[in-house]
């Protein structure tokens, strides 16, 4: 039996560019002799331990040719689209839709050779197979209502596939999936179409007790009437199927993978890093004013993307801070690559933006634009999330004054940006101030290192012309033998 060990990382290799919608990884292998190939469920980022078949694109019995996508996977990062690199027959589904927690290194499914038998191939007996999901139309029993026949039905997407935030939209809204038209991958329903839909049709958020209830449950708000008549109790409305357990004042919402890694990572960064927090102010009055030429001058850039800049030029100035943690001793990095917090449906991510030292304002700009947009839509190459140097995570914009962020293992920081504000100086001149937070993992950067770092922002930040300026190259091994 021939294997495919894309989870050893032998012939996995990221496509140059993304094929539709969707991060694509190849999966090559020979057709060496008439048996089956095993497709098993890949690693496809170094914090993967299990993902979930969110849809086969391909069924039994397809024919596949090279570059094929046959079905998308979600994994702690994002949902990817797999790719196949040879012709052949999709022979067996051995894990269908919506399979979850499915180990790396399981079999997912089968593909033969072109003209070899499908329908009779052989399952191996070390290979494990799950239940079939009914993806084929239900024929209605004499006993059975064709309006259950159809609830039992699956949905093309399964609501248990999406983020908390659509899937909190459509139990607020009570809209169901087959309703919304998707612009997402495979048509798939991002929360902007849910959004749009929302205003186009002037929905109402719907009273918890007001949706539907499971059979044989009453809503503990219902109005009972005073006659001693029995109460009848009311059939539940035929409705998409909610996203969890629903009670009468809550709702239980399952874990996505995303979400679960976010949650492990934020518990295991706050358990084993001790937090150090330090904040200062800054004079963003020059700053702006820079902003407003580029702006007019026909480039759009954001605040965010100078000081995506100033952080990069004070890590070259403080390169102890631009830092990882290691077991065996501390890494101090060469190259500043910034992670970018980007809030998702899914949860968040952190995109970077690399060698952002030897980047122009303008193209810090167009970068985050990219990976932003990149990351909302599920299609980051792993490449473009794993790794980083140093974190920004930007609330300014929301018109959070101040907060404090927690640090993105391995890194050494994190730094927290808060809104702007106006204040009148010794002299009664209007000035404007940003305040800045940075997170440090007491371990490599102490208070000192700290306000270093801080007080080079902060000269950076108040005077953008050494946004220009470049540091002299710093011999990194003796930094720390100071």
Not at 16 to 31: C, L, Q, S, T, W
Not at 104 to 132: C, F, H, M, R, Y
Not at 141 to 166: F, N, R, T, W
Request: hydrophobic letters at 40%.
């Amino acid at each position: 039996m021939l294997e495919y060990d894309a989870y050893l990382g032998h012939v996995k290799e990221p496509m140059p560019n993304g094929v539709g919608h969707h991060v694509i990884y190849k999966m090559a292998a020979r057709f060496l002799d008439k048996d089956a190939l095993k497709v098993k469920m890949p690693s496809l980022s170094p914090t993967m331990t299990e993902g979930t078949i969110v849809q086969w694109l391909k069924k039994e019995g397809d024919p596949l040719s090279a570059g094929d996508i046959i079905c998308e996977i979600q994994t702690d990062k994002a949902v990817v689209g797999y790719e196949v690199d040879e012709d052949g027959i999709l022979a067996k589904i051995l894990k269908p839709e919506n399979s979850k927690d499915v180990k790396i290194g399981t079999v997912i499914g089968l593909i033969v050779e072109e003209g070899e038998d499908w329908k009779n191939v052989e399952i191996p007996p070390d290979v494990e197979q799950s239940a079939p999901s009914d993806t084929g139309p239900v024929t209605p029993s004499s006993k059975e209502s064709p309006a259950q026949s159809s609830l039992d039905q699956p949905d093309m997407h399964s609501i248990q596939s999406y983020g908390p935030a659509v899937r909190c939209l459509l139990e607020q809204y009570n809209i169901q999936l087959t309703d919304v038209h998707g612009t997402g991958p495979a048509n798939r329903i991002l929360k902007g179409d849910l959004l749009k839909y929302i205003k186009d049709k002037n929905l109402k958020p719907v009273p918890l007790a007001s949706i539907s209830l499971p059979k044989g449950a009453v809503a503990s708000t219902e109005k009972t009437s005073s006659t001693s008549e029995p109460a009848v109790e009311k059939k539940p409305s035929i409705q998409q199927p909610t996203m969890g357990t629903e009670g009468a004042n809550y709702v239980d919402i399952d874990l996505s993978n995303i979400r679960k890694v976010i949650a492990r990572r934020l518990t295991e960064s706050k358990i084993s890093s001790p937090h150090m927090y330090c904040t200062i102010d800054s004079n963003i009055v020059r700053l702006i004013q820079l902003r407003k030429e580029f702006i007019d001058d026909g480039t759009k850039v954001s605040m965010n993307d100078f000081i995506i800049k100033a952080a990069a030029v004070a890590l070259q100035k403080v390169p102890e801070v631009n830092s990882l943690w290691k077991e065996n001793g501390i890494s101090i990095m060469s190259n500043i690559d910034i992670s970018v917090a980007v809030a998702t449906d899914s949860g968040l991510i952190t995109p970077i933006v690399k060698d952002a030292i030897g980047l122009g304002v303008e193209d810090i700009s167009k970068m985050v634009k990219d990976l932003a947009g990149k990351a909302r839509e599920g299609k980051l190459k792993p490449e473009e999330y794993q790794g980083g140097t140093f974190t920004i995570s930007n609330l300014g914009m929301f018109g959070v004054s101040e907060f404090t962020a927690i640090i993105n293992p391995p890194q050494a920081c994190i730094m927290a940006i808060g809104t702007s504000r106006v204040e009148l100086d010794e002299e009664g001149t209007p000035q404007t101030y940003m305040k800045v937070t940075l997170s440090a993992d007491a371990r490599i950067v102490d208070e000192f290192l700290a306000t270093r770092f801080l007080e080079a922002f902060k000269e950076i930040i108040e005077n953008p012309v050494l946004m220009l300026s470049q540091a002299p190259k710093i011999d990194h091994q003796k930094l720390f033998a100071k």
